[in-house]
């Protein structure tokens, strides 16, 4: 196995490979930083492009893309509350707060090192997995899917505190939007309103442009002023400082990185629920959960590592089954179709070398992008400094162009203006919007898979716990349910001693 591994790797080492590896990723950065695009536009437009290239130079190409845009879109996140792709939004959540602070630079550090490093685990975990890929794909079906989307959904509840009804409310508000379009049960249309385009649902994409991009820049423009609130000069100094906060929050990346890795071995969850799950198990096991949101470091490693992990990860049912881990799997498949490498079993034992070099240019990006990321931040950082009447239609502009190249039409457009206005009054109302994005992200997959789960189980609940990843699943979910409570029950006491003291 070491053999094919050091094949693989040794195969990136030409130099028109490496160029090409290089090209993805810088297309990548800058595809991350445009919000609304993200890898999957990225690579669609590249498919026709690698037509004439090698396998492993087209690989090479494609592995830069996905490795270079969590980058981009987490620096985008942290310094203008814009995420570059929708995994990114969960960075969003303390990573514009630090940049508030003028800490922008430590921020982008930290970014930056939780992008390589969780790069780096999700590629061993990778390695590790694939002999083995078949059991473990195979461990997972309607049940466990469902229990997942359940769980994120139960996080959303208890990870928002002293904003739990409002949570609720939006995450609700979430699954109302959720349920418009074609019903995989009853094979009807839902609230679509005789209106063609909403007949696939709400697109996620354009959906959250709005709701964070043009939301953020409306609630910018109107309140004025620059976004760092600090009196002194952008000075991204904390970069280093940030590079190493990742090493000591070392447990922090290894559990972002892990669930991440979990998460993209099953086909069809998605990057965004990957990130936010890392996002809430951090702060649940924080002994000062009320410091998120608030620019907690934890709150930008925690989800960057997931990301790229994901990634890494995603490859495995791609690989071993043609099942894509998500949208921009997708896609990829096209490109090893073109290529002659139908996704399968069976090319893992036919395109062994090509499929390892695939893997270790998608790492190679991820630790790259990093480094360019940060080459570049000082310059972007300026942006938390300019005059917001300034910034802001420059960015809405730009938004609602990413959004109508995702799929060429113009009610992308229309859904994104309306998010952003849906947006900027849970800005303005104090209202959080991550539980309103999880609860549209999770809500097609919890619905679609509880069905079939009863299905399977004619009709009874016993399903859930007679086969055994939905029965750790159901102690997961009942476990995070009771944290809120058993955290109020331990500190009771110690506040009432310190009140007696």
């Keep these: 196995m070491l053999e094919v591994w050091f094949s693989g790797f040794a195969s990136l080492l030409h130099p028109e490979v490496i160029a ?62 814009t995420p570059g792709q929708t995994a990114n939004a969960v960075t969003c959540l303390d990573g514009y707060p630090l940049a508030q602070q003028g800490k922008a630079g430590l921020a982008i550090g930290a970014a930056a090192s939780a992008n390589a490093i969780g ?54 508000f979430g699954l109302m939007i959720a349920s418009i379009g074609y019903n995989d049960v009853t094979g009807g249309q839902r609230f679509t309103f005789g209106i063609e385009y909403l007949w696939d649902g709400v697109h996620l994409a354009p ?52 669930i991440g890795t979990a998460v993209g071995a099953i086909p069809g969850v998605g990057v965004t629920v990957a990130s936010f ?81 695939l893997i270790w240019a998608l790492t190679a990006s991820c630790i790259m992008a990093s480094f360019v990321g940060l080459m570049f931040a000082r310059p972007l950082a300026k942006l938390t ?38 947006g900027y009054l849970m800005i303005r109302f104090d209202y959080p919007r991550i539980t309103l994005v999880v609860a549209l992200v999770l809500a097609a997959l919890a619905e679609r ?5 009863m299905l399977m189980g004619d009709e009874s609940w016993s399903i859930f716990f007679t086969r055994v990843p939905s029965a750790v699943l159901v102690v997961f979910v009942l476990f995070s349910i009771a944290s809120p409570f058993i955290r109020a029950y331990w500190r009771k006491p110690a506040a009432v001693g310190a009140t007696s003291g």
């Design 207 to 258: 959906a959250l442009v709005g709701l964070f991009a043009v939301a953020e820049m409306m609630h910018l423009s109107i309140k004025g002023g620059t976004i760092a609130k600090s009196d002194s000069d952008i000075q991204v100094t904390g970069m280093a400082a940030g590079l190493l906060e990742a090493f000591k929050h070392w447990g922090t990346i290894l559990r972002g990185s892990l």
């Design 449 to 453: 898979n509880y069905h079939q789960s």
């Design 277 to 357: 799950l890392s996002y809430s198990m951090t702060v649940q096991a924080s002994k000062d959960p009320d410091s998120f949101g608030k620019g907690n470091i934890k709150g930008v490693i925690a989800p960057e590592a997931a990301i790229n992990a994901k990634d890494c990860a995603a490859l495995i049912p791609t690989l071993a089954f043609g099942l894509p881990g998500g949208a921009e799997m997708a896609v990829f498949m096209g490109i090893l179709i073109l290529h002659g490498m139908q996704p399968g079993p069976l090319i893992l034992m036919q395109h062994q070398s090509e499929i390892y070099s």
């Design 20 to 81: 090409f590896l290089i090209l993805g990723m810088g297309i990548g950065l800058f595809v991350g930083v445009l919000p609304g695009l993200g890898g999957t536009t990225a690579l669609a437009l590249l498919t026709p492009v690698t037509y004439g290239l090698e396998p492993v130079a087209a690989l090479a190409l494609a592995g830069g893309v996905m490795g270079g845009v969590p980058m981009g879109g987490a620096v985008t996140a942290i310094l203008l509350n």
């Design 385 to 422: 400094r300019i005059d917001t009447q300034l910034l802001a239609p420059v960015i809405i502009a730009l938004s609602l162009v990413g959004s109508y190249a995702i799929d060429m039409v113009i009610e992308n457009v229309i859904l994104s203006a309306v998010f952003g206005v849906i």
């Design 119 to 172: 790069g780096i685990i999700g590629t061993i975990s990778v390695l590790a997995v694939l002999p083995v890929a078949t059991d473990l794909v195979l461990a997972f079906g309607p049940p466990e899917f469902f229990l997942i989307a359940l769980l994120g959904l139960v996080l959303v509840a208890t990870t928002t505190r002293g904003k739990m009804l409002r949570a609720l409310v939006a995450g609700v």
